[in-house]
T-cell receptor
């Protein structure tokens, strides 16, 4: 079955880069996603990457995908206090009916 | 464009009571999802509708949970009777079609259920 894992916490200083990592087990994953969840709010899609891509950049966000190792990362450049939130990686696969399978979430804390 | 609306925002009930949650998806979105997010975990899909038909309910505890989307628009999720372990945030999401990379799923703010 699918399994998506993330480290629980990450603390960075404002202005530094943040790197949030994720590993997954389903080799048939077609799309991989990063969602952001702020306290009391729903999930906001930040970016996604198709499984045949290695990298995707969108303003301050860079997604790297190592399909061989089933490893996904999200880099946030120039991290701001407003980036403090929980970040979830997720995947969809054809065998899963295209439902989202989420990781456990990484809580990012940005300190001044 | 209005987002996914859910109500109530918060609900506290005693174990063995019943509860219902309501979701109004984004207009025109054919696919609707209910996710359960237990504190400290990622959301887990409970049920997925395509219009008014069920696509996936493999993770729905059918002995106590039920959901419907009778007219292919609004949806309700019911728990009867509730257990302590049902305490969680229940998230509704919708998308234009079955979720794929180019079809974003939009999430509501969720209903936080506490069972005491």
């Amino acid at each position: 079955g699918e399994d998506v894992e993330q480290s629980l916490f990450l603390s960075v200083r404002e202005g530094d880069s943040s790197v949030i990592n994720c590993t997954y087990t389903d080799s048939s994953s077609t799309y991989l996603y990063w969602y952001k969840q702020e306290p009391g709010a729903g999930l906001q899609l930040l970016t996604y990457i198709f499984s045949n891509m290695d990298m995707k950049q969108d303003q301050r966000l860079t997604v790297l995908l190592n399909k061989k190792d089933k490893h996904l990362s999200l880099r946030i450049a120039d991290t701001q206090t407003g980036d403090s939130a929980i970040y979830f990686c997720a995947e969809t696969s054809p065998g899963g009916g295209n439902k989202l399978t989420f990781g456990t979430g990484t809580q990012l804390k940005v300190e001044l | 464009e209005a987002g996914v609306a859910q109500s109530p925002r918060y609900k506290i009930i005693e174990k063995r009571q019943s509860v219902a949650f309501w979701c109004n998806p984004i207009s025109g979105h054919a696919t609707l999802y209910w996710y359960q997010q237990i504190l400290g975990q990622g959301p887990k899909l409970l049920i997925q509708f395509q219009n008014n038909g069920v696509v996936d309910d493999s993770q729905l505890p059918k002995d106590r949970f039920s959901a419907e989307r009778l007219k292919g628009v609004d949806s309700t999720l019911k728990i009867q009777p509730a257990k302590l372990e049902d305490s969680a945030v229940y998230l509704c999401a919708s998308s234009l079609a079955q979720h794929s990379g180019s079809t974003e799923a939009f999430f509501g703010q969720g209903t936080r259920l506490t069972v005491v």
